[in-house]
């Protein structure tokens, strides 16, 4: 098959590359280099099944050339990270909703089964779990920031859902549940590369509120394979579903736990919200996915423990540090 992955340079999406690749797929990409990086897929430049553009997803003409060519589109090429998007909030929606309609609009003009990224975000200030996939939503108020995030991809999701009611186009929506790995970049906000990085510097290790908020981490080895199923397969389309992994921890266990896997001594600090985030911040208390849709539909859920995770994590920043 050939493959579109637009942000390919990114975390996910160039863990996805190196995925395709290995399964004997060709594979094209598009990244403006925002949040991704050449040194991402900076060795797959002398495998004949892998082409990149450095353009944005806002440029329809070249779009229009790779969809034209490709039998299917995943579409990963988004602002990430809740301080990225604070940081970066008109762009941000400006990506997010723009970037989408155009990847939809071509799809279906040429008639390509497209799949789109979105984020366990999307289910708001929920405390109960696990989150299926037609639970309600909730959110703050506009003045929140935080939430353009949450919206900017529900609006992603609606526009699928109504091209494929409307157009009978192949799309499938996956909401991703803190994505972590090797790769991923602690300079746009997320927790793991951080409290890592910290870890290994012997520097504080900065626990925003007072650490009783949970998240549900996965492994991006397994969100990968789980999204090439989808796209491989025939079932889900017109579809949301969730790919998580399956251990709640709160973000105080991680960093006491990322402090004991590197043999740190680091001290463990609390840090208001607000010094964090600014003014009008509202976090997150608990994410955990329900993981029975995507079983019925691809027969995977991803199943690598946090530990296992973590090991790998530690020993690309330990390697990248020398
Ligand atoms: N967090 C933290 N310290 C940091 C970075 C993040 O305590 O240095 C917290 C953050 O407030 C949130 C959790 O870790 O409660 C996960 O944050 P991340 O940005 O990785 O993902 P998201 O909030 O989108 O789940």
């Known amino acids: 098959m050939k493959i579109l992955v637009t942000g390919g340079a990114g975390f996910i999406g160039s863990n996805l590359c190196d995925f395709l690749l290995d399964n004997g797929e060709e594979v094209f990409v598009i990244d403006d280099l925002s949040t991704g990086s050449l040194e991402n897929i900076s060795h797959l430049f002398d495998n004949p099944r892998f082409h990149y553009s450095i353009d944005t997803i806002l440029n329809a003409k070249k779009m229009e050339e790779l969809i034209s060519w490709c039998d ?20 941000s929606i400006e990506t997010n909703i723009l970037g989408t309609e155009i990847a939809l609009k071509l799809s279906n003009r040429y008639n390509k089964k497209i799949l ?13 779990a696990p989150l299926k996939e037609d639970d309600n939503l909730i959110y703050g108020p506009p003045s929140t920031m935080r939430w353009s995030y949450a919206a900017s991809k529900l609006v992603d999701e609606f526009t699928a859902l109504s091209y494929h009611r409307t157009k009978k186009l192949n799309t499938i929506i996956f909401r991703c549940f803190n994505t972590i790995g090797p790769r991923q970049t ?18 504080p290790i900065t626990i925003y509120g007072d650490g009783k908020q949970t998240r549900t981490f996965t492994y991006v080895g397994d969100v990968v394979k789980a999204i090439y199923l989808l796209a491989k397969g025939d079932k889900g389309a017109g579809e949301v579903v969730n790919i998580g992994g399956q251990e709640e921890i709160s973000i105080a266990d991680l960093a006491q736990k990322i402090k004991e896997l590197v043999g740190s001594k680091s001290e463990i600090v609390f840090i208001p919200y607000e010094k964090a985030y600014g003014k009008d911040f509202e976090d997150m208390m608990r994410r955990v996915p ?29 390697a990248l540090a020398t």
């Open 72 to 91: 299917c589109v995943i579409h990963l090429a988004a602002a990430v990270g809740v301080k990225y998007v604070l940081e970066n909030p008109l762009s």
């Open 186 to 203: 602690g300079m746009y906000g997320m927790v793991v590369p951080r409290f890592i990085q910290q870890a290994l510097r012997d520097d």
């Open 116 to 128: 789109i990224a979105s984020t366990s975000e999307v289910y708001g200030k929920h405390t109960h």
């Open 290 to 318: 329900s993981l029975e849709k995507l079983k019925s539909l691809i027969g995977f859920v991803p199943e690598t423990s946090l530990d296992e995770i973590l090991a790998k994590t530690i020993e690309y920043f330990r």
